[in-house]
């Protein structure tokens, strides 16, 4: 299994950028898909993107696309997440979520096809 931390949080005005970065312990990271997901106050689990297990694809939900972008560096078992241009609406706690394939191709939006998630980071982005 995976181990998974997120960091990278904080506060920041609207219109502005930050990184999250999801650093993995446990079995090689390599062979895990991994997803980004956030929970705003009072509102469900939302998928925000993925990325297959060689980062060699990415999707998006249509709320970050343009905006966001998801990345992974295997070789420093770390995924990320560069938020671009944040808007109140962004503001959440975000969590990194993997899952074990075999497939290289493979990724997924519905966090029930996740087996291990980090614990969040709370990214705030004020007006």
């Known amino acids: 299994q995976v181990q998974l931390v997120e960091s990278g949080g904080g506060l920041v005005q609207a219109g502005g950028s930050l990184r999250l970065s999801c650093a993995a312990s446990?079995?090689?990271?390599?062979?895990?898909?991994m997803g980004w997901f956030r929970q705003a106050p009072g509102k469900e689990r939302e998928f925000v993107g993925a990325i297959t297990r060689s980062g060699g694809s990415t999707f998006y939900a249509d709320s970050v696309k343009g905006r966001f972008t998801i990345s992974r560096d295997n070789a420093k078992n770390t995924g990320y997440l560069q938020m671009n241009t944040l808007n109140p609406e962004d503001t959440a706690v975000y969590f990194c979520?993997?899952?074990?394939?075999?497939?290289?191709?493979?990724?997924?939006?519905?966090?029930?096809?996740?087996?291990?998630w980090g614990q969040g980071t709370q990214v705030t982005v004020s007006s």
């Open positions: 446990g079995r090689p990271f390599s062979t895990y898909a």
């Open positions: 979520a993997a899952y074990f394939t075999v497939y290289s191709n493979h990724y997924a939006s519905a966090g029930r096809e996740y087996d291990y």
